[in-house]
């Protein structure tokens, strides 16, 4: 190894290293925290991210970029170089001072953001988000683009992937979502899912999650489970991957499928090969592949009826006596509800999809100037009667329920829906090879882990989104299988014609 | 403000927000991290404190302390810069090779110290152990003395101390401590330790430790009581102040004291004055006045027969039925128990101090070379016979049942009986001032928690050890008050003449 090849593995050790303090930082702020100990974190956490960022910009990382790239080097580091350039760009290109602003504008940006939802008022966030807009559609610029505005910044969340893609599997996806939906609307079939809405002690949800997770394969030797508000999955090493939940007790779907939801991330970051360790790719390919991994095990494998086949019984041994006499039909029903709502984070897997459309088209319109942010209410209450056929009565039920484009984050949406569409190709790719079904059914959830270890997980940053999906299913984004899926699932369920 | 004083309070932030993060990551280590995450942990601990020292003995910290020393400041600064000088000189002294041969050996000790104890064979650790003294001769010339090799050590941990005065306090509690722990062995008066070994369910231990802690004055919203293998109180910062303990379910009395001791330390952390906040001042004044705080807690409050008579209810209501029939002067002698042992954790009160006095007299002469490290078994022994009448029967039970001097830390171990005697002054004092055993004897501790902040905690480290107890005591370090208080105390218990 050359002088110039170990600086920059001891280069990405340090990036590392603080990137792990930062984590541990995130998960106790969300998990153990005592209260009056925030004010001073948030600071610390200031401090360690700026470190990063002087660290991924450095003079020493320009060099090591330089005098690397395109070089015999292991692939581990030619891929690492990339990953580094591909940063270093990113960062040299937008101007300290302007992003310091844009840091700082976000910021008051979220606090206007809470007052806005408090009053059911979004022209209280307006002001802020009308600059955050500015401040993206500069940023697009800095990072370049071929043909829409807009790929510039979806670039940073899903590298690879251009407006021009999204706007041809959108427009095959929605309709059907759509067309769905008001079938199952029409439909005769009774799905009730109150009767699951019964009182299930807390300590009996943890129990029966902390045994879901072990089925995963989810090593505890390496994780752990904790309790919080808004549930993560979070590798502060890759030998420390952290899934947290929530409890409600007179909803046990929030714990459990939230826990298979960040159980197929964690698994995700668990599996990653140690040769990669310590580097800028020990981690997920993107966060559509990462969403990807928590839906094929949340709703693939978590709400398939196979998988409550083989866990019913598990499910009534943790469930109490008023649970007992449900019968397994109602209750595959029930978890499958589909029932268009105006909040996305509960909405059900079928028109979770619609929610990521509206959102999607609507930041694409704002970016490339063909909506104004004053206008931005009608626009996404008209969307939503259009596609979901409810209208919000107020803008805390309708455009101030998410955070992201209050906090600046604009093209991040559309990786949700990537995720259900990355899931049912591979789910279609795994069934190619073994029979998904019965193992489901026998509750034999290790040739399932290996697979995907072996085809994503072991790969990290290895690949690029398109690349991984191009060779685990031997062709490129295809919504096709996430309607075939859906429309199987659903017509079964709600007997459609 | 002068920009050195800004630049000065800036580097003091960044210096506590490393910190921070080190803390939480020790927390982590010792509460909740799954076991394989602590490989890459430990690397991300070195580069972080590797980062501390590089501050602390930074251009930019010596340009700070010459600009800023003697200068027209606040008191807080001024004193800051005396603190920071003085880690600055110690980093400075030692040549930084040197330093690092030590912490490598410090660690290879550590792992032969483990070797050493499943063998029950001190001499896999002598080699090491005898490279580890001369280091510590070394770094004591280093630091410089005027009369003992030996100060040049102890006055890292406790500033001001000498072993002139450590030869005199001891010199006068040793034979008394001696004569008590014989005239107690000859005691007619039956103390059952044994009747508290029962079933104490662990929930209901950690219930009655929070509620103790809670009657304390300990804050709920800047901490949190969690469980661990060795307790300890740890300051992540001035506003997250962390409690741990252990639960024994057949000896309740591990978590319980164990909890109000290290509640102790924490209410010192938790009242510091916020000007302090994020100087190198935002700590206690000295190891041995920690300890003073701890102690004070656990056995002035905690073991004393005022604190039982308003809190044996509350033990009996978190209690199994079992205890329910227990007396309380039963109870009360029991949790006093003297009996002389072989381990210093597990020592009582009284017979702590001669556990200290006897590793004292062993490490001053070490470093002074008034015995060689192969003789440390036999010289150990012999004390142990001489001070408490009983002699390990193997090394394990004899001078390996600490980590200390395995781990290189030599001049530590006075500060725990420096924490026993300056809590009995401490006792001393608060009673001139208020009716101490009234106030506990109604479980009121509001005042004592009060009287405890303006005269201790505030300061932080604003007043050195014996400046501190001279003014809060009226005079210097003096053993009287401990002599006089567990005279008193023994003598009642036992019935002694």
Chains 1, 2 share one sequence.
Not at 85 to 103: A, N
Not at 458 to 483: A, F, S, W
Request: net charge negative.
């Amino acid at each position: 190894m050359t002088s110039t090849e170990q600086n920059f593995l001891d280069l990405m050790k340090q990036i590392s290293a603080y990137s792990e303090a930062i984590s541990l930082i995130h998960w106790d702020l969300r998990t153990h925290i005592p209260q009056k100990g925030m004010e001073q974190r948030s600071e610390t956490i200031s401090l360690l991210s700026e470190k990063v960022t002087e660290l991924k910009r450095s003079e020493q990382m320009k060099q090591c970029i330089t005098e690397l790239k395109g070089n015999k080097t292991s692939p581990v580091i030619q891929k690492s170089v990339e990953e580094c350039e591909r940063i270093y760009q990113k960062q040299q290109s937008i101007p300290t001072d302007e992003y310091v602003e844009f840091i700082r504008l976000s910021s008051k940006s979220e606090t206007a953001w809470q007052e806005a939802r408090e009053k059911h008022d979004f022209s209280i966030l307006a002001p802020y988000l009308e600059k955050l807009v500015e401040f993206n559609k500069k940023f697009a610029e800095y990072q370049g683009y071929t043909d829409n505005k807009y790929d510039g910044l979806l670039n940073d969340y899903e590298p690879g992937l251009t407006t021009e893609i999204l706007d041809r599997v959108f427009n095959q996806l929605k309709p059907v979502l759509i067309d769905l939906v008001k079938k199952i609307n029409q439909s005769n079939v009774e799905v009730d899912s109150s009767l699951l809405l019964k009182q299930f002690p807390k300590q009996a949800q943890k129990d029966f999650s902390l045994a879901v997770l072990d089925k995963m394969g989810y090593d505890f030797e390496a994780g752990r489970l904790d309790e919080t508000i808004h549930p993560f999955a979070i590798g502060i090493n890759s030998n420390d991957v952290r899934v947290t939940t929530r409890y409600d007790e007179m909803d046990f779907r929030t714990a459990i499928f939230g826990t298979i939801h960040e159980g197929g991330h964690a698994l995700y970051e668990q599996n990653i090969d140690p040769d990669l360790y310590q580097t800028v790719l020990a981690s997920g390919a993107s966060m559509g592949i990462h969403e990807s991994q928590s839906l094929f095990w949340e709703n693939f494998v978590g709400r398939s009826r196979s998988f409550w086949e083989s866990h019913f019984d598990l499910f009534k041994k943790y469930a109490p006596e008023s649970f007992q006499s449900l019968e397994f039909e109602s209750f595959y029903r029930a978890i499958n509800e589909v029932k268009p709502s105006m909040i996305r984070i509960e909405a059900d897997e079928l028109t979770y999809s619609l929610h990521i459309i509206i959102r999607y088209e609507l930041e694409k319109e704002l970016i490339n100037g063909d909506l104004q942010v004053k206008d931005l209410p009608e626009a996404w209450n008209t969307k939503m009667e259009e596609y979901l056929g409810i209208r919000p009565e107020n803008d805390l039920e309708g455009l101030l329920q998410d955070i992201h484009w209050a906090a600046g984050d604009i093209g991040y949406f559309p990786t949700y829906a990537l995720g259900y569409m990355y899931a049912a190709q591979i789910y279609n790719a795994i069934k190619a090879d073994i029979n998904l079904d019965q193992m489901i059914r026998f509750g034999d959830f290790e040739p399932i882990k290996a697979w995907l270890t072996e085809k994503i997980h072991r790969h990290g940053k290895m690949k690029q989104p398109l690349e991984l999906i191009e060779q685990v299913t031997g062709e490129g984004l295809n919504p096709d299988y996430l309607i075939q899926y859906l429309t199987n699932k659903y017509t079964e369920i709600y007997q459609l014609r």
